[in-house]
Structures are given as structure tokens and as C-alpha cells.
């Protein structure tokens, strides 16, 4: 079976591009820049399934305390591009943030306490990240990384999830003894991801729309490389590079918070592809789990897709929804389905 942290050779992909522009110069950063809350949830769409990617929560944190915090992740991720990436060139602006949160996938029948075996098996992710954004608004590129730490098939996930649906009145899940990694084993991920924009434009009325592109590949838990474009119109006062749902991966979405000057409303939608060599929700790591797939019979190529809304007030409170939808992940079986799943977001910007 195929292993994380193996395909070192992914990272290589980008690495023409980044010896042809490198990422930018360290700039001062304020201290506290925002903060923003996520809630994924399968119940948050026209059909709820509460099946596969069922749910996820995060809370990020941004600012030069995402830095400096002392159980900050960027002196790790920090060392790792200084490794990466070539030296830095020019006066770009780099902004920082934290994550915690935690991701949780269910077969579709929860209600037996067996094992699944024809079905996409239980799994969780408790996790912890750090992101680097540096932007070079010259070039109108962004890079971004992110490193993650986490745990897999922790309990507290299931009873965290078994407390939910108490609160909504749904059918508990009886299976998660069966989860990947079943009593925890910790895992990591490192992703790298260029953002250019593409083209932007105005209709003199005071509504604007722009496009951007981006490439990105990551290397452990999830294992893939990326292309899609993203676009956003409407009343947009935000930078471009502030809008970055092509980086999401499931429950995470740690990117700095950016504030407008005033108010915006926006539509926003977009599509990335991405060929993906390894997936441990699926496949399992290290530990011996009792419901894995092998990675022939996974899809080797999905298409994710999106569309929301974003309305930033004045105060710099921001409220956003968006449906996501994805392409099976599994090639044949009860399992092979497509997912879909929406997305909350509450964020304040400083």
C-alpha cells in the first residue's frame, strides 16, 4: 500500500516556477489581524446525506502571533521552506496564521456497530497548522504554505460527534470502534500553493470581479496536486489574494484574515482538479485499520466545485456561506458517490 510522506518528488513540481520568482521578503506585520470560524456540516445543504465527509470545525488565528506564539508551528514550517524554497528576493508582505480544528467522515449506514467493509470507513482528524502567506503584489502572485499536525482515530472526535447529534435530534453513530487508526496515531501534511490572478475588471456602477488561478501540491496525509480557478464579483474592497478558496483541504482553511476598508458583497465560485496519489481517510497509515481501500480502487483524479456569498460589514465582521461539492473518491461499490457538503464562516478582521 502506497505510504505518506514517501513522495518527496511532488514538491518538485513547483520548483521551476519558484527558482523563476521567489517568494517575498519578511515585512512588518500587525499583531493581531483577525480571526475567523469555520463549520462544515453535510446538514447545511438542500439534501442532507451525513455520510462521508460529514463535518469539520476550525478556528484560526492571524497576525504575527501565529509567528511567535510559543507552540506556534512556524519555526517548523519556517525551517522547511527556508530547505524548499530559494532564498528571498524583493519587499513582498508575509502574513501568518493558526489553526486548530478537527475533520470527520462517516460511511453511510451509522447506525451499524460492525465494520463496513463494502462502505467508506469512519475517520477523524484532530489537528493543529501554521500558514505562511507571501505576496508579491508586483507580480500579482501569492505563495502559501501551510504545515499541519494532527492526530488521527482519536475517541474524543466520535464523542464530540455523538454529542452533536444528541443537539440535533439525529441517529447517533454506532461504528466509530472501526475507525482509521482507531485509538490515535499522530500525522502531518505539508502543502505549497502559487495564487496568480488571471484578469480583474470593473462595470463603473462600483461593482468589480476578478479571477485567479492557482497550482498547489501537498505531501503527507493527503498526498495530490492541484489546479483550479476561483471567482469572485460584486462589491469586492478586499485584495485579491485574499480570496483563497482553492486552498481549502475538507475542514481546513487557515489563511490570514484580511479586512476591507468598508463594506463588500460578493458571489464567488470556482472548480479545482486535483490528482491525488494517496488519502490516509481512506487507505489507513501506519497502524493496521479494520476498513481500508488500496489505491487502485481510488479515483485518481477530483474534481472539486464551489459557490457561495460573503457580506463584510463596516466593523469588519464577516459572514459567508458556501456549498461545495466533490467528485467520488472511491471507484466502484456502495461507496462510489458523489459528496456535497456546506460551509459557515464568521471572521473578524482588524
Given at each position: 500500500m502506497y505510504r505518506?510522506?514517501?513522495p518527496a518528488l511532488l514538491i518538485l513540481t513547483l520548483w521551476p516556477a519558484l527558482y523563476a520568482g521567489s517568494v517575498a521578503a519578511q515585512s512588518q506585520e500587525a499583531w493581531n489581524t483577525g480571526w475567523a470560524l469555520y463549520v462544515d456540516n453535510d446538514v447545511l445543504t438542500p439534501r442532507?446525506?451525513?455520510r462521508d465527509y460529514t463535518g469539520g470545525f476550525s478556528l484560526t488565528l492571524s497576525g504575527r502571533r501565529a509567528a511567535e506564539w510559543p507552540l506556534s508551528l512556524q519555526p517548523l514550517l519556517g525551517g522547511i521552506n527556508h530547505l524548499l524554497l530559494p532564498a528571498t528576493r524583493g519587499s513582498g508582505q508575509v502574513l501568518h496564521s493558526l489553526e486548530t480544528g478537527l475533520t470527520v467522515f462517516t460511511p453511510e449506514d451509522i447506525e451499524q456497530e460492525s465494520a463496513r467493509h463494502e462502505d467508506r470507513p469512519y475517520a477523524s482528524l484532530l489537528y493543529v497548522s501554521n500558514t505562511a502567506q507571501h505576496v508579491e503584489p508586483w507580480r500579482d502572485v501569492a505563495w502559501t504554505t501551510t504545515l499541519t499536525l494532527g492526530v488521527l482515530g482519536l475517541d474524543l472526535v466520535a464523542d464530540l460527534q455523538d454529542s452533536f447529534h444528541r443537539v440535533i435530534g439525529s441517529t447517533e453513530p454506532k461504528g466509530w470502534d472501526n475507525q482509521i487508526s482507531h485509538g490515535g496515531e499522530l500525522t502531518a501534511r505539508y502543502s505549497l500553493a502559487r495564487q496568480q490572478k488571471v484578469f480583474d475588471g470593473g462595470w463603473g456602477n462600483g461593482l468589480n470581479h476578478e479571477?485567479?488561478?492557482t497550482l498547489r501540491t501537498s505531501v503527507g496525509y493527503i498526498t495530490?496536486?492541484?489546479w483550479g480557478m476561483a471567482t469572485r464579483v460584486g462589491l469586492l474592497r478586499t485584495p485579491w489574494w485574499s480570496f483563497n478558496p482553492q486552498l481549502?483541504?475538507?475542514a481546513e482553511k487557515s489563511v490570514p484574515v484580511k479586512r476591507a476598508n468598508t463594506s463588500e458583497l460578493y458571489l464567488w465560485g470556482g472548480f479545482q482538479i486535483k490528482a491525488r496519489l494517496y488519502n490516509a481517510f481512506l487507505q489507513g497509515q501506519f497502524r493496521d485499520s479494520e476498513v481500508t481501500y488500496a489505491r487502485d480502487e481510488l479515483e485518481?483524479?477530483?474534481?472539486e466545485t464551489w459557490l457561495g456569498i460573503t457580506q463584510?460589514?463596516?466593523s469588519g465582521l464577516r459572514l459567508s456561506y458556501v456549498l461545495r461539492g466533490q467528485t467520488?473518491?472511491?471507484s466502484e461499490g456502495p461507496a462510489s458517490r458523489n459528496s456535497i457538503w456546506g460551509g459557515v464562516i464568521i471572521s473578524r478582521a482588524f
Open positions: 505518506p510522506f514517501f442532507s446525506t451525513d479571477t485567479t488561478h495530490d496536486v492541484s481549502v483541504e475538507y485518481t483524479f477530483v474534481l463584510q460589514f463596516r467520488r473518491e472511491i
